[in-house]
């Protein structure tokens, strides 16, 4: 998933389109911000009695986007932001994917250094031995892979379809190597049906992020049988949430700021929780099971 909270600050290298797409994600975050703390506000009165179990799962999967970068001294898409989320409690780990110009997949969200470390490089036009000299905090897809063998990997390819070739498919397959969870996440519907047409990676692997264009992602997801429909949990709605349920596809929601959120997804059949506060969701879901037990005899579905 593609938002984050901290500000972006477009650098004098970065081009006009670059800095207006900053803003959009800047007022997006805004507006899911407010949404979150409203309802935070709500009186537990609104929210469900007691917590309901989902078909084979009886806690969600809680995923530290881009791990627990929120806390003080962590930086996001880093081996130690990432190990923090896991100590914490965060049974997955969503981050970014790019390819550097010698074909290695590294973990950055942007396709250049500038906002996250101040000095402008192009992850496209580098190779990874001089992005490791300059940037040693960036890892790479294989380091994330060996480092995290029990997480729930959910690896975003950035880039069009056009970057991402069978040769460049075949990188990534290869990074993740004998890795047990993991799916590819997209943003770009186009980029993700090549994976899902891949024999590497195959429908079950792919996971569409939507952002306004939910209906189209969670028609493709119906139609290609893709693993899941993901998205800001304030546009998915209980309707959409219900006909992927039937199909027996994931349900995923982004970005869950606070314990109130995390019920209410849960409550309406949600299993993936991904968070920016890698750091502090587990307590929450710790609190909110231990407050409102819920009963396995009659415990049915959301």
Known sequence: MSSDTKDHKPGTGRSLAQGLKDLRHRLEDQLMLAAD?????WPKSLLNAKLQLDPGR??????????????????????????RAIDCGCQGLEFDVHLTADGVPVVHHDPDTE???????????TNFADLRRGFPQIPTLAEVASRFPFAHLFVEIKG????????????????????????VMSLDLKTL????QDPHFGSKRCVPVATTNVVEASQLALEQN????TGQWLLLTNGRIRLHRARGQML???FIASPNSLAREWFRGVGWIFTNH???????????????????ADGGTP
């Open 37 to 41: 703390q409203s309802i935070a506000l």
């Open 58 to 83: 009886d806690h969600p999967l809680l995923i530290a986007h881009r791990g627990a970068w929120l806390e003080a001294g962590f930086l996001e898409n880093t081996l130690p932001a990432f190990q």
């Open 115 to 125: 906002r996250v470390f101040g000095r402008a490089c192009r992850l496209a036009e």
């Open 160 to 183: 069009g379809a056009e970057i991402w070739s069978a040769k460049e498919r075949e990188l990534v397959r290869q990074a993740l190597s004998d890795h047990a969870q993991w799916h």
């Open 193 to 196: 049906t090549q994976f899902a």
């Open 226 to 229: 893709w693993a899941a429909l």
């Open 252 to 254: 995923g929601a982004g």
């Open 278 to 296: 890698g750091h502090l969701a587990p307590g929450w879901w710790k609190t909110l099971s231990a407050a409102s037990p819920h009963d396995p």
